[in-house]
C-alpha cells in the first residue's frame, strides 16, 4: 500500500499494490497495523456503510457536530470525486479542501479523520461507495454545508447541475454553519 499525502496533512490517499493477470486481480483492502502506522494513531472502526448512486448525484457535504466521524472511503464500482473539507477552526487548513477521483479502476481509498465535512459526486453512470466509520451514525447530530458555497469554491469535476436529497439543498454556508473548535 502507498501513502500519497495531500495539501492538507490530515487527510491521505491510500493506493493498494494490486496483483493482477489474465483471470483477475488480488488486493489488500484495509490492514489495521499497517493503516494506524499509516495515520499515526489508534483507529477504531464501528460502521461500515454502502451507497449506490447514479450519474451526477452529488452527497453532502456532511459531518456530525457531536459523535464525529473519521471515515476511509473506496468505490468498488463506477467512479466519484470525493471531497474532504477542514472544518475544525483551530487547524492552519480551515475551510480549505481537497478532492480526490475514486474509482474502482484506480482502486484508491481516501482517509480524513473527525472534524471534516464530507462529500462526493458520481462521475459514472452509476458507483457503489463503501466507507468505515470511527463512530456510529447519529441522525440528530448529523450536519450539511452547501456543496456550492462560493467561499470553498469546490471544483467538482462536473458541468452538470447535481442531483441533491432535500438535506443536501438545505445544507449551510460554511461562514453559518457549526463548527469544531
Same mark, same amino acid.
Given at each position: 500500500m *502507498?501513502?500519497? +499525502? @495531500?495539501s492538507?496533512?490530515d /487527510?491521505?490517499?491510500?493506493?493498494p499494490?494490486?496483483?493482477?493477470?489474465?483471470?483477475g486481480?488480488?488486493f489488500e483492502?484495509?490492514?489495521q497495523a499497517?493503516?494506524?502506522g499509516?495515520v499515526g494513531?489508534?483507529?477504531?472502526?464501528?460502521?461500515?456503510?454502502h451507497?449506490?448512486?447514479?450519474?451526477?448525484?452529488l452527497?453532502?457535504?456532511?459531518?456530525?457536530?457531536?459523535?464525529?466521524?473519521g471515515?476511509?472511503?473506496?468505490?468498488v464500482h463506477g467512479?466519484?470525486f470525493?471531497?474532504a473539507?477542514?472544518?475544525? *477552526?483551530?487547524? +492552519? @487548513?480551515f475551510g480549505k479542501? /481537497?478532492?480526490?477521483?475514486?474509482?474502482?479502476?484506480?482502486?484508491?481509498?481516501l482517509?480524513?479523520?473527525?472534524?471534516?465535512?464530507?462529500g462526493?459526486?458520481v462521475?459514472?453512470?452509476?458507483?457503489?461507495?463503501?466507507?468505515?466509520?470511527?463512530?456510529?451514525?447519529a441522525?440528530?447530530?448529523?450536519r450539511?454545508i452547501?456543496?456550492?458555497d462560493?467561499?470553498?469554491?469546490?471544483d467538482w469535476h462536473?458541468?452538470?447541475?447535481?442531483?441533491?436529497s432535500?438535506?443536501?439543498?438545505q445544507?449551510?454556508?460554511?461562514?453559518?454553519?457549526?463548527?469544531?473548535?
Amino acid at each position: 500500500m *502507498k501513502i500519497i +499525502p @495531500t495539501s492538507i496533512p490530515d /487527510v491521505l490517499i491510500l493506493e493498494p499494490t494490486v496483483f493482477g493477470d489474465d483471470r483477475g486481480f488480488f488486493f489488500e483492502s484495509f490492514n489495521q497495523a499497517w493503516f494506524e502506522g499509516a495515520v499515526g494513531r489508534k483507529v477504531h472502526f464501528v460502521q461500515g456503510n454502502h451507497s449506490r448512486s447514479v450519474r451526477n448525484v452529488l452527497r453532502g457535504l456532511h459531518y456530525q457536530i457531536k459523535q464525529p466521524q473519521g471515515k476511509l472511503v473506496r468505490v468498488v464500482h463506477g467512479e466519484v470525486f470525493d471531497v474532504a473539507v477542514d472544518i475544525r *477552526k483551530s487547524s +492552519p @487548513t480551515f475551510g480549505k479542501w /481537497v478532492g480526490e477521483i475514486l474509482s474502482a479502476e484506480n482502486k484508491k481509498q481516501l482517509w480524513m479523520p473527525e472534524g471534516f465535512a464530507h462529500g462526493y459526486v458520481v462521475l459514472s453512470n452509476s458507483a457503489d461507495f463503501l466507507y468505515k466509520t470511527t463512530d456510529y451514525w447519529a441522525p440528530q447530530h448529523e450536519r450539511c454545508i452547501i456543496w456550492n458555497d462560493l467561499d470553498l469554491a469546490i471544483d467538482w469535476h462536473t458541468a452538470e447541475k447535481p442531483m441533491l436529497s432535500v438535506k443536501d439543498q438545505q445544507g449551510k454556508f460554511l461562514i453559518h454553519a457549526e463548527v469544531f473548535q
